[in-house]
Each structure stands twice: as C-alpha cells, then as structure tokens.
C-alpha cells in the first residue's frame, strides 16, 4: 500500500505570503488530520475530516488557516499572511473508520520556514 | 481535556543495553486508545502500537514490549537488547472515545543508543 503523501516537503517563504500544502491519504482512508509540530514539541491537532466534511477545528487554527477536503480524497492546508510563528513542520495523517479504534498513519511532513 | 506526559526528555544507554520510556496519562473518559509512535531523524512518524483501555494485556513484538496499568495511568514503552537502529524520538499519544478523535501526543523522549 501507498503511504501518506506530502507535498511540498519543504518550504521557505516570506513573511506575509501564502502558501498551501497538499495531502494525500492512503487510498481508502476516510478520515484526514492536520497536525502542527514545533521543535522539541509532540504535534499538535489542527482539525480533521471524515470524507469531506470538516468535523473539527482546534482553537489553535486562527481564521488565517483553512483546510480543504473537496472530494473526499485529497486536503489542503493553507495558511494566509505567514508570520514567524508559523514555521513549523505540518504533517498529515489518515485512517479509515471501521471500528472505534482507528490508528491513524503519518506523512512525511511539509517543513514550513518564514523569514 | 486529554493529557500526556513523558517526563524523561532525553535518554543515552550503550547498545544492547535495556531501556524503557514512561507515558502517564489524563483522561476523562472511560474508553480511550493508547499509541506509541516513533519518529527517526527523517521525520516521518512511524506508529508502533495501539492500546484500548479495556484491554489491559502487556503486549510484545519481537524486542519491544508495552506495559499498561490502568491503576497508575501509565503506558510504558521498553526495548530489550537496543540497537542503534533504535535511536529516534518516541511519542506516546492517546485518543478518546468515538466523537473525541484528535491524538494529544506527548512531548516525546529523545532515545541515543550510543554503539
């Protein structure tokens, strides 16, 4: 089986740009998060998506953030006006819901650096 | 709201030594699923294992073996025999129950298994 996809891998960009990642999730996986890792840190939830509904949202999502999920399949992850404070490693994972104890597998990541 | 704490930031021991990680947790609800997850210097998060709080069996695969005691919160990760392939950081993570699906991960413990 294909694993998470991530893409970019890397990114720098300049504060005040835009920029958007692209997921994509094994073949099949219903359900799609977004989580955010900073250095020394665990990651961080963002939100998630079951097909392409966005079920939920963190507190740490600022209204700067949007995630896609359009088809079900694929997501994007963008973030408007970079800040300093954005750059940090964006990792995707997904799993599919048939029992209560889905495990969700990760991608490799989007490391994000704003100058 | 879900905590997890691993308290040992960073561990070193000489190959082929045994060394466990700790994970105590937080939770609020009565069914919940434990993870550990490793994730080498490439970054990508590789997902070891998964717990269900009604299953209270230790668990082993081959050199890794997992402890979970309900009665102290506890979801202890040891590796028997390290080998330098094991030198990552390692995250324990846990999940609610259906509806609470977010993984709070937590700070992870940096493991150097020094040849």
């Given at each position: 089986?294909?694993?998470?996809?991530?893409?970019?891998?890397?990114?720098?960009?300049?504060?005040?740009?835009?920029?958007?990642?692209?997921?994509?999730?094994?073949?099949e996986h219903n359900r799609l998060y977004w989580y955010r890792q900073t250095l020394g840190?665990?990651?961080?939830?963002?939100?998630?998506?079951?097909?392409?509904?966005?079920?939920?949202?963190?507190?740490?999502?600022?209204?700067?953030?949007?995630?896609?999920?359009?088809?079900?399949?694929?997501?994007?992850?963008?973030?408007?006006?970079?800040?300093?404070?954005?750059?940090?490693?964006?990792?995707?994972?997904?799993?599919?819901?048939?029992?209560?104890?889905?495990?969700?597998?990760?991608?490799?990541?989007?490391?994000?650096?704003?100058? | 709201?879900?905590?997890?704490?691993?308290?040992?930031?960073?561990?070193?021991?000489?190959?082929?030594?045994?060394?466990?990680?700790?994970?105590?947790?937080?939770?609020?609800?009565?069914?919940?699923?434990?993870?550990?997850?490793?994730?080498?210097?490439?970054?990508?998060?590789?997902?070891?294992?998964?717990?269900?709080?009604?299953?209270?069996?230790?668990?082993?695969?081959?050199?890794?073996?997992?402890?979970?005691?309900?009665?102290?919160?506890?979801?202890?990760?040891?590796?028997?025999?390290?080998?330098?392939?094991?030198?990552?950081?390692?995250?324990?993570?846990?999940?609610?129950?259906?509806?609470?699906?977010?993984?709070?991960?937590?700070?992870?413990?940096?493991?150097?298994?020094?040849?």
């Amino acid at each position: 089986d294909t694993g998470v996809s991530q893409d970019p891998r890397h990114k720098i960009t300049k504060r005040g740009q835009n920029v958007t990642f692209r997921c994509d999730p094994i073949s099949e996986h219903n359900r799609l998060y977004w989580y955010r890792q900073t250095l020394g840190q665990g990651p961080e939830f963002l939100t998630y998506f079951q097909n392409e509904a966005q079920l939920e949202k963190s507190r740490l999502l600022s209204d700067r953030f949007s995630a896609e999920r359009p088809k079900g399949s694929f997501s994007t992850l963008e973030i408007q006006r970079t800040e300093q404070g954005d750059s940090a490693m964006y990792l995707c994972a997904s799993s599919v819901s048939r029992t209560r104890a889905d495990t969700q597998y990760f991608g490799p990541g989007t490391r994000l650096t704003v100058l | 709201a879900q905590k997890v704490t691993q308290a040992q930031t960073e561990i070193s021991v000489v190959e082929k030594e045994d060394v466990t990680l700790d994970c105590v947790y937080e939770t609020r609800d009565t069914t919940y699923y434990l993870f550990w997850y490793k994730q080498p210097p490439s970054g990508e998060l590789v997902f070891l294992i998964r717990r269900n709080s009604f299953d209270e069996q230790n668990e082993i695969s081959g050199r890794y073996s997992w402890n979970f005691q309900k009665s102290t919160s506890s979801f202890n990760f040891t590796i028997t025999a390290s080998q330098v392939v094991d030198s990552a950081v390692y995250f324990c993570a846990l999940r609610g129950n259906f509806g609470n699906e977010k993984l709070t991960f937590g700070t992870g413990t940096r493991l150097t298994i020094i040849p």
